[in-house]
């Protein structure tokens, strides 16, 4: 079963930067798709950005312009450069990858522990 890792949660001050990491680990799989999602109290949780494996990026309105979302292919890590960070963007940061095993050729979904952006005023 493939693992994700994630890092570099953590406050900031409004208008601030951060930049979080998540690592894919394990054997005989691909990645598809690559991305992250938010979950603030009492909200669902939202499409922030994805990268395919082709390197097609898709984002969240509420994030476009300030968030970058890129990938190390070689690494299986994506990051999630999010600057002039606001309050609202406060929430649980989940990474989440589209995941192919190599010897079945199925797919699946898997989610990383999640890690807490706290943007404050």
């Known amino acids: 079963q493939v693992q994700l890792v994630e890092s570099g949660g953590g406050l900031v001050q409004a208008g601030g930067s951060l930049r979080l990491s998540c690592a894919a680990s394990?054997?005989?799989?691909?990645?598809?798709?690559m991305g992250w999602y938010r979950q603030a109290p009492g909200k669902q949780r939202d499409l922030v950005a994805r990268?395919?494996?082709?390197?097609?990026?898709d984002y969240g309105d509420s994030v476009k312009g300030r968030f970058t979302i890129s990938r190390d292919s070689a690494k299986r890590t994506v990051h999630l450069q999010m600057n002039s960070l606001k309050p609202e963007d406060t929430a649980v940061y989940y990474c989440?990858?589209?995941?192919?095993?190599?010897?079945?050729?199925?797919?699946?979904?898997?989610w990383g522990q999640g890690t807490q952006v706290t943007v404050s005023s």
């Open positions: 394990g054997s005989n799989f691909a990645i598809n798709v």
């Open positions: 989440n990858a589209e995941i192919r095993n190599t010897r079945t050729i199925m797919t699946y979904d898997t």
């Open positions: 990268i395919t494996s082709s390197g097609i990026t």
